[in-house]
């Protein structure tokens, strides 16, 4: 994927945004749904597919409760805090509990769309920078209990944690109000690009086929999504985020 270029701030102001003041003053409720979540799971959450930013499964874990639109309704009953600013913000589009494993680092990646601020908001937070920490476009920047940093997911960012103590975080999406009516269309793209990317951690030299069979691929997983969006929208994600 191309480097994304920007003349944007590499992270924006909280207080700019009521949005992100509601989340902030939401941190303790919070706080204890997830970490109830986390508990009841013994510590153990979903480790993400690709191998090109975490080497180790288990270095760097996520527990869904939206994801680009759709629910994931087993979970968000766990937490009602999340759900309370889910139905109050239409605009949240992704929503998950994340956690990076002491010793952990993650290489350098960006998202599918400028049109999303990406947000993290520190649920436990045990370490500051020099190590631990998050940087985008070389900028760095310290996690903090009850505090948001946001971003463009479409720049380059990555992170480390060199403490002995894992890091957990709420982490959400945010689609960007010059955006907003075409919410449908870019949570349909993003996810058909998740998609294609999650086929191609499963089938070995899938990255050297022609690109016109990955635009295939990638029409045909665009359609598919199209069609089921109204079910999904009703009923929930289909595939299992538990």
């Known amino acids: 994927m191309p480097k994304y270029k920007s003349s944007e701030p590499n992270f924006f ?13 939401t941190t303790e409720d919070l706080k204890t749904d997830l970490l109830k979540i986390l508990e009841e799971r013994k510590g153990s959450l979903i480790p ?7 080497s180790e499964d288990t270095q760097w874990t996520t527990l869904a409760f939206k994801t680009w639109g759709i629910d994931v309704k087993d979970n968000i009953q766990k937490a009602p805090s999340v759900k309370k600013l889910l139905d109050k ?3 949240m589009v992704s929503a998950s509990m ?24 520190g649920i436990s937070i045990e370490a500051t920078l020099p190590e631990l ?15 948001l940093l946001i971003f463009t997911d479409a720049k380059e960012h990555s992170a480390w944690n060199d403490s002995n103590s894992d890091r957990l975080i709420f982490l959400f999406d945010i689609i960007r109000s010059p955006h ?45 999504l199209w069609i089921i ?12 985020h538990t």
């Open 48 to 54: 993400y597919y690709s191998k090109s930013v975490v």
């Open 133 to 147: 920490g998050f940087q985008v476009e070389g900028e760095k920047r310290a996690w903090e209990n009850g505090k």
């Open 98 to 121: 994340n956690l990076l494993k002491a010793g952990a680092r993650l290489e350098k990646h960006q998202g599918d769309t400028n049109a999303i601020f990406r947000c993290h908001l």
């Open 13 to 25: 102001n909280p207080n700019d945004y009521e949005w992100a003041k509601d989340v902030m003053n």
């Open 180 to 224: 907003i009516k075409k919410q449908k269309s870019i949570c349909i793209n993003v996810r058909s690009f998740l998609l294609l990317q999650w086929i191609g951690s499963k089938i070995k030299g899938f990255l050297k086929w022609p690109k016109w069979v990955h635009r295939i691929i990638f029409f045909k997983v665009k359609c598919l």
């Open 229 to 240: 969006y109204p079910y999904q929208r009703k009923k929930g994600v289909i595939i299992k």
């Open 89 to 91: 913000y239409p605009f």
